[in-house]
């Protein structure tokens, strides 16, 4: 069974960062791709950015320039930095980790953490 867990999310102020992490786990030899989501308020979820095996990213245009993502392929982790902060950014930020292949010959197609709430605030 694949797991991803977020973490590093929380209450941050308009122009403030925040770095969000997640961490899969489940006998992973390899993960193609991975990627942050989130869902405001009342709005449908949307991607944030992603992030292939090789480091190839791709970001949503409301984010360009102000978020980063980053992946650690030896530990199955991917991080999320988010600068310059805005209230409009407040929203549940969930990771998901698509095509992840086990020790066991398994291959898992879309995988999803729990989530993590952002809230941005003065």
């Known amino acids: 069974q694949v797991q991803l867990v977020e973490s590093g999310g929380g209450l941050a102020q308009p122009g403030g960062y925040l770095r969000l992490s997640c961490a899969a786990s489940?006998?992973?030899?390899?993960?193609?791709?991975m990627g942050w989501l989130r869902q405001a308020p009342g709005k449908q979820r949307e991607l944030v950015a992603r992030?292939?095996?090789?480091?190839?990213?791709d970001y949503a245009d409301f984010v360009k320039g102000r978020f980063t993502i980053s992946r650690d392929n030896a530990n199955n982790t991917m991080y999320l930095q988010l600068n310059s902060l805005k209230p409009e950014y407040t929203a549940i930020y969930s990771c998901?980790?698509?095509?992840?292949?086990?020790?066991?010959?398994?291959?898992?197609?879309?995988?999803w953490g729990q989530g993590t709430q952002v809230p941005v605030s003065s």
């Open positions: 489940g006998s992973i030899v390899a993960i193609n791709i």
């Open positions: 992030i292939t095996s090789d480091g190839i990213t």
């Open positions: 998901n980790a698509a095509w992840v292949r086990t020790v066991y010959g398994s291959i898992h197609y879309n995988n």
